[in-house]
């Protein structure tokens, strides 16, 4: 059982920059693939990136390519989503998600573990 905890969304001028923080609980956290997901309203969940249990294979969106990177710190039980260059577009409730199985997922139906949400807000 992993439990996260999403920190770091807010309010941002466009061309700015956000880091998001997800705090996981659990013994087995540093073998889980984690991911991150945004919802913006009326659209449905959309896969953002995601990072190996090592931390050795990373995935992005397209939309997000160049402008995010996602790491990890698995002494920590933290994952991390720092957003350069944001535009209004990236608007949304960002999720942290985790998962016990090997290899990439980009669906949030793959994903077994949920945080709460944060909001990240970019204004033009």
């Known amino acids: 059982q992993v439990q996260l905890v999403e920190s770091g969304g807010g309010l941002v001028q466009a061309g700015g920059s956000l880091r998001l923080s997800c705090a996981a609980s659990?013994?087995?956290?540093?073998?889980?693939?984690m991911a991150w997901f945004r919802q913006a309203p009326g659209k449905e969940r959309e896969f953002v990136a995601a990072?190996?249990?090592?931390?050795?294979?990373?995935y992005f969106a397209d939309s997000v390519k160049g402008r995010f990177i996602i790491s990890r710190d698995n002494a920590k039980n933290m994952v991390y989503l720092r957003m350069n260059s944001l535009k209004p577009e990236d608007t949304a409730v960002y999720y942290c998600?985790?998962?016990?199985?090997?290899?990439?997922?980009?669906?949030?139906?793959?994903?077994?573990?949920w945080g709460q949400g944060t909001q990240v807000t970019v204004s033009s």
């Open positions: 990072i190996s249990w090592a931390g050795s294979r990373l």
């Open positions: 659990g013994r087995t956290f540093s073998t889980y693939t």
């Open positions: 998600a985790a998962d016990p199985r090997v290899g990439p997922r980009f669906g949030p139906n793959e994903y077994d573990y």
